[in-house]
């Protein structure tokens, strides 16, 4: 509902700054990896018609450490120039307290930065900021942004509507999507996704034209193995 309303916003700007008002245009994404953040910020941008730009914060902080605060401004220059939806991708990258012990100059140089840009910013862009980590980012970050979203891990309903999204062409029971969606219970839509292309995958390669129920199990079980097994 808040994303549907921030586009209905941004569709009637030109109505709301007739009445000295600006559509939210500043969102903060957070939550785990793999639960919808970029693939909102990618619908967003088609939503408006608008080209989809991603920023990531720690491929700039390795490319360019000592330059970080002036590629920000370039990009927030090319806001102006080049309407888009800019993805700012792991923003807990410069986002993460001021107060830390393992702070350093550099990194509060740009965090300052970000925030002068951030507020100075009168572009026609979207600007979208995704972490997953928000315990980790700075206090004044939040403030911000015009609106702020969870992407929590799914429940189990969401589970489900996602495993009769993938399995629609085979002939699934309403019981059996229960079951796996029990099974899949604490994964994300990014592993479950992972895991009914593995179960289809296996049922190509065995040369079979229908999927059992013992097979979405299954890789169920594995994508919940790589899951714990990965650092």
Not at 75 to 88: D, K, Q, S, T
Not at 136 to 160: G, N, S, T, W, Y
Request: charged share 30%.
């Amino acid at each position: 509902a808040a994303i549907q309303r921030t586009l209905r916003e941004f569709g009637k700007r030109q109505e709301l700054q007739d009445w000295g008002l600006a559509p939210a245009r500043k969102l903060l994404f957070y939550g785990p990896p793999g639960c919808g953040k970029t693939l909102t910020a990618a619908a967003i941008a088609g939503e408006l018609g608008l080209p989809l730009m991603t920023v990531r914060f720690d491929a700039l902080f390795s490319r360019y450490l000592g330059e970080t605060s002036s590629h920000l401004s370039t990009i927030f220059e090319e806001m102006r120039r080049r309407p888009a939806v800019y993805l700012f991708d792991e923003l807990d990258a410069i986002g993460r307290s001021r107060g830390e012990a393992s702070d350093v100059g550099e990194l509060r140089r740009v965090v300052i930065s970000f925030l002068q840009l951030l507020d100075s910013d009168e572009s026609a862009s979207v600007i979208i900021a995704a972490t997953n980590f928000e315990g980790a980012l700075d206090r004044a970050i939040f403030r911000r942004f015009d609106l702020i979203v969870e992407f929590p891990l799914p429940a189990r309903q969401d589970i489900a509507q996602l495993l009769r999204l993938r399995l629609a062409r085979f002939r699934f029971s309403a019981a059996a999507v229960t079951r796996l969606a029990r099974k899949a219970t604490g994964l994300t839509f990014a592993d479950i996704a992972r895991a009914t292309d593995d179960a289809i995958k296996g049922m190509v390669l065995e040369h079979r034209k229908d999927l059992a129920e013992t097979d979405v199990d299954a890789a169920i079980v594995g994508v919940s193995k790589r899951r714990v097994a990965s650092p």
